[in-house]
Protein backbone atom coordinates (compact mmCIF):
# COMPACT_ATOMS: atom_id res chain seq x y z
CA UNK A 1 0.00 0.00 0.00
CA UNK A 2 0.76 3.53 -0.69
CA UNK A 3 1.16 6.18 2.51
CA UNK A 4 0.95 9.41 2.66
CA UNK A 5 2.04 10.60 6.13
CA UNK A 6 1.53 14.21 7.44
CA UNK A 7 2.95 16.06 10.79
CA UNK A 8 0.94 16.22 13.92
CA UNK A 9 -1.62 18.51 14.70
CA UNK A 10 -2.06 18.93 18.31
CA UNK A 11 -4.97 20.68 19.49
CA UNK A 12 -6.54 21.22 22.83
CA UNK A 13 -6.13 18.11 24.99
CA UNK A 14 -7.06 15.71 21.99
CA UNK A 15 -4.56 15.92 19.02
CA UNK A 16 -3.94 14.12 15.78
CA UNK A 17 -0.50 12.05 15.52
CA UNK A 18 -0.38 11.43 12.07
CA UNK A 19 -2.55 10.29 9.27
CA UNK A 20 -1.85 8.31 5.78
CA UNK A 21 -3.88 8.38 2.70
CA UNK A 22 -4.19 4.64 1.07
CA UNK A 23 -5.45 4.28 -2.48
CA UNK A 24 -6.34 0.31 -2.63
CA UNK A 25 -9.94 -0.31 -2.59
CA UNK A 26 -11.09 2.89 -3.69
CA UNK A 27 -9.61 5.68 -0.66
CA UNK A 28 -9.10 5.31 3.07
CA UNK A 29 -7.85 8.48 5.26
CA UNK A 30 -6.10 6.68 8.30
CA UNK A 31 -6.06 8.90 11.38
CA UNK A 32 -4.64 8.09 14.79
CA UNK A 33 -5.63 10.41 17.74
CA UNK A 34 -3.64 10.83 21.05
CA UNK A 35 -5.51 11.19 23.82
CA UNK A 36 -9.29 10.35 23.26
CA UNK A 37 -11.59 9.47 26.15
CA UNK A 38 -13.90 7.64 24.06
CA UNK A 39 -14.91 6.56 20.76
CA UNK A 40 -15.28 8.09 17.19
CA UNK A 41 -17.87 7.79 15.29
CA UNK A 42 -19.48 8.47 11.62
CA UNK A 43 -21.29 11.20 13.63
CA UNK A 44 -18.12 12.81 14.68
CA UNK A 45 -16.78 13.44 11.29
CA UNK A 46 -17.56 16.15 8.58
CA UNK A 47 -15.56 16.37 5.26
CA UNK A 48 -15.56 19.03 3.49
CA UNK A 49 -14.99 19.61 -0.37
CA UNK A 50 -12.86 23.01 -0.14
CA UNK A 51 -12.40 23.50 -4.47
CA UNK A 52 -16.14 22.68 -4.76
CA UNK A 53 -17.21 24.68 -1.80
CA UNK A 54 -19.71 21.39 -0.63
CA UNK A 55 -19.88 18.99 2.01
CA UNK A 56 -19.50 15.73 0.99
CA UNK A 57 -22.61 13.97 1.88
CA UNK A 58 -22.21 11.32 4.56
CA UNK A 59 -23.96 7.91 2.50
CA UNK A 60 -20.40 8.65 0.66
CA UNK A 61 -18.28 7.10 3.43
CA UNK A 62 -18.08 5.47 6.40
CA UNK A 63 -16.11 5.67 9.80
CA UNK A 64 -14.42 2.51 11.91
CA UNK A 65 -12.50 3.26 15.18
CA UNK A 66 -10.22 1.37 17.15
CA UNK A 67 -9.87 2.51 20.73
CA UNK A 68 -6.81 0.50 21.07
CA UNK A 69 -4.94 1.74 19.20
CA UNK A 70 -7.05 5.13 19.10
CA UNK A 71 -6.73 4.51 14.34
CA UNK A 72 -9.93 6.24 13.14
CA UNK A 73 -10.26 4.94 9.03
CA UNK A 74 -12.48 6.88 6.54
CA UNK A 75 -13.11 4.73 3.70
CA UNK A 76 -14.74 6.15 0.23
CA UNK A 77 -15.86 2.58 -0.73
CA UNK A 78 -16.83 3.63 -4.18
CA UNK A 79 -15.55 1.88 -7.35
CA UNK A 80 -11.78 2.52 -7.52
CA UNK A 81 -10.90 6.20 -8.85
CA UNK A 82 -14.32 7.04 -8.17
CA UNK A 83 -14.04 7.48 -4.68
CA UNK A 84 -13.88 11.39 -4.44
CA UNK A 85 -13.77 14.05 -7.22
CA UNK A 86 -9.95 14.97 -6.93
CA UNK A 87 -9.39 18.31 -4.41
CA UNK A 88 -8.69 19.19 -1.48
CA UNK A 89 -10.71 18.64 1.64
CA UNK A 90 -11.11 18.97 5.30
CA UNK A 91 -11.94 16.25 7.85
CA UNK A 92 -13.49 17.77 10.92
CA UNK A 93 -13.84 15.76 13.98
CA UNK A 94 -15.74 16.68 17.06
CA UNK A 95 -17.87 20.02 15.62
CA UNK A 96 -14.48 21.15 14.57
CA UNK A 97 -12.24 20.82 17.47
CA UNK A 98 -10.21 18.92 15.18
CA UNK A 99 -9.61 19.30 11.62
CA UNK A 100 -6.92 17.77 8.68
CA UNK A 101 -6.62 18.83 5.34
CA UNK A 102 -5.80 15.76 2.95
CA UNK A 103 -6.37 15.67 -1.29
CA UNK A 104 -7.55 13.07 -3.62
CA UNK A 105 -5.30 12.64 -6.66
CA UNK A 106 -5.22 8.96 -7.50
CA UNK A 107 -3.39 9.55 -10.83
CA UNK A 108 -0.95 11.14 -8.40
CA UNK A 109 1.62 7.79 -7.43
CA UNK A 110 4.32 9.53 -6.39
CA UNK A 111 2.15 12.00 -3.95
CA UNK A 112 3.81 15.36 -4.84
CA UNK A 113 0.04 16.70 -5.57
CA UNK A 114 0.30 16.93 -9.48
CA UNK A 115 0.07 14.32 -11.86
CA UNK A 116 3.55 14.34 -14.28
CA UNK A 117 6.16 12.48 -16.05
CA UNK A 118 7.51 11.15 -12.63
CA UNK A 119 3.79 9.44 -12.13
CA UNK A 120 4.34 7.79 -15.89
CA UNK A 121 7.67 6.43 -14.46
CA UNK A 122 5.96 4.82 -11.62
CA UNK A 123 3.55 3.40 -13.90
CA UNK A 124 6.16 2.13 -16.63
CA UNK A 125 8.13 0.40 -13.70
CA UNK A 126 5.25 -1.47 -12.77
CA UNK A 127 3.71 -1.83 -16.52
CA UNK A 128 2.57 -5.50 -17.02
CA UNK A 129 3.26 -6.90 -13.62
CA UNK A 130 0.38 -8.98 -12.28
CA UNK A 131 0.50 -9.42 -8.80
CA UNK A 132 -2.63 -9.82 -5.87
CA UNK A 133 -2.99 -7.08 -3.85
CA UNK A 134 -2.22 -3.44 -3.60
CA UNK A 135 0.06 -2.50 -6.70
CA UNK A 136 1.11 1.20 -7.67
CA UNK A 137 -0.48 2.30 -10.96
CA UNK A 138 -2.94 -0.59 -10.97
CA UNK A 139 -5.84 1.93 -11.34
CA UNK A 140 -8.38 0.10 -12.08
CA UNK A 141 -7.37 -3.43 -9.65
CA UNK A 142 -7.58 -5.68 -12.27
CA UNK A 143 -4.27 -6.92 -11.07
CA UNK A 144 -2.36 -6.08 -13.85
CA UNK A 145 -0.56 -2.57 -15.04
CA UNK A 146 -1.55 -2.61 -18.75
CA UNK A 147 -2.85 0.11 -21.09
CA UNK A 148 -5.87 0.84 -19.33
CA UNK A 149 -3.96 2.21 -16.36
CA UNK A 150 -1.76 4.34 -18.73
CA UNK A 151 -5.01 5.58 -20.59
CA UNK A 152 -6.43 6.87 -17.34
CA UNK A 153 -3.16 8.09 -16.10
CA UNK A 154 -2.61 9.90 -19.52
CA UNK A 155 -6.49 11.29 -19.15
CA UNK A 156 -5.27 13.14 -15.62
CA UNK A 157 -1.53 14.29 -16.84
CA UNK A 158 -1.35 17.95 -15.66
CA UNK A 159 -3.71 17.41 -12.96
CA UNK A 160 -2.52 19.39 -9.86
CA UNK A 161 -3.97 20.29 -5.79
CA UNK A 162 -2.88 22.90 -4.63
CA UNK A 163 -1.18 23.39 -1.50
CA UNK A 164 -4.13 24.78 0.67
CA UNK A 165 -3.65 28.63 1.79
Same mark, same amino acid.
Given at each position: ??????? @??????????? +???????? /????? !?? @???????? !?????????? +???????? &?????????? +?? !??????????? @? /????????????? &??????????????????????? #? %?? /??? %? #???? +?????? @??? %?????????? #??? /?????????? &???
Amino acid at each position: MFFLWVA @ALSLVSTSINH +QKIVYDNG /LELHI !AF @AGLSGPVT !ASDLSIYNIN +QNQWVSPS &EYNLTYDSNT +QV !AVVRFPAPPLK @A /LPDGLYLASFFNG &EISLEFYSLPSDLNRDRKTDTQD #F %NV /LSG %N #FNRV +QSGYQP @ADF %NKDGLVNGLD #FNF /LASKYGAKVP &ESN
